[in-house]
């Protein structure tokens, strides 16, 4: 059993920066990708960046030249570094693991909540 804990959401003034983490824990698991994916209100789910395990990144536009997503492979954390944050970045950010496998992401977190105050 695999599972993701996400720490690292709070409150922010626009322009500021926030860092998210994502720890996987758990035995026998092999994941391929870890992502950030976050949920404004009243919208579906949408994908702000991921990260393959042979290091690959993938970002939504909106994320492109203000985050960073990294990883430690040693500590299975991912990480969401997220810089010149708007109001419009105001969200639930949830982690999502993909195992091997799998075609989707199919592990997920509780989510941290992200408020940027203008």
């Known amino acids: 059993h695999v599972r993701v804990v996400e720490s690292g959401g709070g409150l922010v003034q626009a322009g500021g920066s926030l860092r998210l983490s994502c720890a996987a824990s758990?035995?026998?698991?092999?994941?391929?990708?870890m992502g950030w994916f976050r949920q404004l209100p009243g919208a579906g789910r949408e994908l702000v960046a991921l990260?393959?395990?042979?290091?690959?990144?993938k970002y939504a536009d909106f994320a492109k030249d203000r985050f960073t997503i990294s990883s430690d492979n040693a500590k299975n954390t991912v990480y969401l570094q997220m810089n010149s944050l708007k109001s419009e970045d105001t969200a639930g950010y949830y982690c999502?693991?993909?195992?091997?496998?799998?075609?989707?992401?199919?592990?997920w977190g509780q989510g941290t909540q992200v408020t940027v105050s203008s």
């Open positions: 999502g693991a993909r195992s091997d496998g799998s075609s989707y992401f199919d592990i």
């Open positions: 758990g035995s026998g698991f092999s994941i391929n990708a």
């Open positions: 990260i393959t395990s042979g290091g690959s990144t």
